[in-house]
Every structure is written in C-alpha cells, then in structure tokens.
C-alpha cells in the first residue's frame, strides 16, 4: 500500500471535510432558527426552501467558476506552470464578477419569473421573496468564492479554502442567530436576520480568502504574471479550452438545477407540510455529500496533477484510493443515519406535524451513502481530468432518469400526499444511479488519458 499517497489523500481531503460540514448545518440552522420563530412554522421551512432553491438555480449556473477552474489549475500545477495557474485565476474571477453584476440585474424578473412556475401557497412566496431579495446581494462574493475553491483545490491546498468555509459558515450561524432573535432589549429582525446574516458572512469570507491569495501565492504565482499575460487573456488558445469546457460545465448545472427545482416545485404542490418534510430530508441526504465530497476533491486534485504531470501509474493509484476512502465514508453513514434520524428532526424543528411527517420517509437516508458515494467521486475525477462533455452527458440522462420516473410513476399510481414524496425520492435516486453507472463506464475513454 502506498502510504504516502493516503496521507497525501487524507491531506486534501480532510481539510474539506472539516470544511463541509459547516456547510449543511447552516442550512440547518437556518431551519431551526425558522422553525422556532414562532407563527407559521412550515411555511417560514418551507419558503427557506424556496427561496434558496431560486438562489441555487443562479449560483449552481455559474458552478463551472469552481469546477472549470480546479481541473484546469490542478494540470497547470502538474506541468510545473505557475503563470498559468495565475491566469486561470483572473479569468474565473473576472468572469465571476461579470456573472454577479449579471445576476444583480436580472434579479427581479428571474425571480417573479420563477415564482411562475411554483405552487407554493402565498404564505410561503411572501416569505421566500423576502429571503431572495436580501440574499442575492451576496452575489459577487459568493461567485468570486466559488473560483476561489476552484483554484486552492487545484494548487493542492485544502487547508486555507477550509479556513474561508469555516469562518463563512461561522460567521453564517452566529449573525443568523442573532439576528433572527436579537440580542439583549434589541428584538432582533426575525425572519429577515436569516437571509441578512448570509450576506455579511460571504464578504467577510471573501476578504479572507483574497488576503490569503496576496500573502501565500503573491511571490510564487502573481508576481511571475507580466503585462502581455493581462493583455493576452482573452486571446490565447487556454482562454478559448476555458471557456469552451466551462460551457459543458454550464450545461451539467443546468440539468442538475432542473432535478433540484422539480424535487422542490413538485414537493411544494402537495402542501406546506409535505413540503417542509421533504426539504429536512434533502437536507439530511445532502449532509453525507459534503463529507463525500472532500475525497472527491482530493481526487480532482490529484487526478489534474498527475494527468499534467504525464504520469499514468499515480493516477490510476490515486482514483482506487480516492474510492476506497469514500466508501469507508458511506459505510459509516449508513450506521449514523439509521442511529440518529428521529434525534436530529427534532433538532430542526419543534413543530410535532413537521416530525411526524419528515419520520416516514427516514429509510431513504440509507440509500444515500451507497449510491451518493461513487457519483459524487467520479464527479471530482472527471472534473480533474477536465473531461467536461463526459460530466454533461452523465447529468442530461441523469435528469431524464430523474423525470421518468416521477411522470411515469404519477401516472401509473396517481400518489397523492406521503406516497408523492416517496416517489419523488425513489425518482432523485434513480437519478444518482444513472450519474454512477454512466461515469465507470466513460473512465477508461474520457479520464486515463496518459
């Protein structure tokens, strides 16, 4: 066993599961923070739901900032080019920037236009309207965040992106919470703390991150980039690679945006109720996935440094390792999800109906490590090899699988209520396998490329 290629996994990985975890319980304590204001409790879970849907439709089209940029810098890493790892740095945050001002624009047609197409009740529009109209402010924060992570990732640092994640979703829970309830005689601003508390915690993130970028990469990376490099950007043969991969990665976020909406949109036509329960769910599944995903990233990375490196036996290596390591990940979650699934919906919320109605579809936490697992690490695998038309195609059947077998099934069963959810859990994991069993097949064709 090569134990210095496992520390080196367990040192990109660990980082970011540190990192992850955070990330899910900010969704988490937003629901709870919502779930205990008092008033109507499943409409305040629920337009969290939506609201945050709507702002995942814009932030999920632009994630190629993050993915494009982490494949692409982890190969310039591995050729030994730093001034091209430079470059690939101010195009994704260039375009991040542009995607911002994009999306601060359009942010009230876009959001009416996809209220549109929901059936949430008017309680829970109202309230979701409130959130999205505070939150999008953070917009070029979080965008030039996501070409931040990209690019630690691909310089093979875990351990300062942990940091930014750590102090944004810190920074997240606290103002969140205070000021949601307020703090001493001040009586806080209730459900508009939630959103608002976002907000301050991307920039100050933001500033984190940038400052680390000056002071750790300054010499080595920055001060290597010359005028021409500035003035040639938009001219060269890698710019046009950027972009043209980046639009496959576009397309993948926007099928998997279609899978995210319609489990949202289609949970939201059977009721607040059914709604809020299939939003704490999906919040529980997505846990497992941030601890997945920090193997994933370590195989992004050293699946892009060791293809620009030329060196086929490492990474061959690496992607066994990478695999090994997730799966003992899903195996330990499968005993937590089926240990602590009733304690953890009462964490969430205190509203009896909502637990009750969240407790029937708990066996669905234990198919989530299994399947979840390989598709999330070929994800980062393909994502290092830069093989983007692989990635898009695997999300295009993956909706189609996702849509089949829900308008398939409704139309077989006619499920109203608990019965719809369930089938619309059984049509997101259809989905999963569909990702999963695409990506093996593709590897040997479109990631061992040396």
């Not at 210095?4 to 709870?32: C, H, K, Q, Y």
């Not at 307020?182 to 920039?203: D, K, N, R």
């Not at 710019?239 to 945006?257: A, C, E, H, K, V």
Request: hydrophobic share 55%; glycine share 12%; aromatic share 14%.
């Amino acid at each position: 066993m090569n134990k210095g290629l496992n520390r080196e996994i367990l040192r990109l990985a660990v980082p970011s599961i540190l990192a992850g975890i955070t990330v899910p319980l900010v969704g988490m304590v937003d629901t709870a923070v919502a779930g205990h204001l008092g008033g109507d409790t499943a409409a305040q879970i629920g337009a969290i739901s939506v609201g945050a849907m709507v702002l995942s439709l814009l932030y999920w089209a632009f994630s190629f900032l993050r993915t494009g940029t982490g494949g692409l810098t982890a190969q310039a890493f591995g050729r030994e080019d730093p001034a091209e790892c430079g470059r690939i740095f101010l195009r994704g945050v260039g375009l991040a920037l542009a995607a911002a001002v994009f999306a601060l624009i359009l942010q009230w047609p876009f959001f009416k236009g996809m209220m549109l197409m929901t059936s949430a009740t008017p309680e829970v529009e109202a309230l979701a309207e409130r959130y999205f109209f505070i939150r999008i402010w953070a917009a070029p924060a979080t965008m030039t965040l996501m070409t931040l992570r990209g690019w630690f990732v691909g310089m093979q640092d875990s351990v300062h992106p942990m940091w930014m994640d750590l102090i944004i979703n810190g920074v997240n829970i606290v103002l969140s919470i205070l000021l949601a309830f307020g703090v001493g005689a001040w009586p806080g601003l209730g459900f508009a703390g939630i959103p608002l508390g976002t907000v301050i915690a991307q920039y100050t993130g933001l500033l984190y991150g940038l400052l680390v970028c000056g002071r750790r990469y300054g010499r080595g990376v920055f001060a290597r980039l010359r005028r021409e490099d500035f003035s040639a950007l938009l001219r060269d043969g890698s710019t046009g690679r950027f972009f043209r991969m980046n639009l496959d990665l576009l397309g993948r976020s926007l099928f998997f945006i279609l899978i995210y909406i319609g489990f949202t949109m289609i949970s939201a036509g059977y009721g607040d109720l059914m709604l809020a329960a299939g939003s704490i769910i999906m919040q529980l599944l997505m846990f497992f996935s941030y601890f997945t995903d920090g193997f994933a990233y370590a195989g992004e990375a050293l699946t892009g440094r060791f293809i620009g490196a030329r060196d086929g036996a490492m990474l061959r290596q690496s992607v066994r390792y990478v695999f090994v390591w997730s799966m003992a990940i899903a195996l330990l979650f499968m005993g937590l999800y089926a240990s602590t699934g009733v304690p953890v919906l009462r964490l969430l919320t205190s509203d009896e109906a909502v637990v009750q109605a969240a407790r029937q579809f708990l066996p669905w936490l234990l198919l989530m490590p299994p399947l979840g697992c390989a598709a999330f690490t070929w994800d980062g695998i393909f994502l290092g090899a830069t093989a983007s038309r692989g990635l898009m195609v695997s999300m295009a059947g993956a909706a189609a699988a996702f849509f089949g077998l829900w308008f398939a099934g409704r139309a077989l069963l006619h499920p109203t209520g608990a019965t719809a959810l369930h089938l619309l859990f059984a049509a997101y994991f259809a989905h999963l396998t569909f990702r999963t069993v695409w990506l093996s097949l593709r590897y040997k064709k479109e990631v061992l490329v040396c």
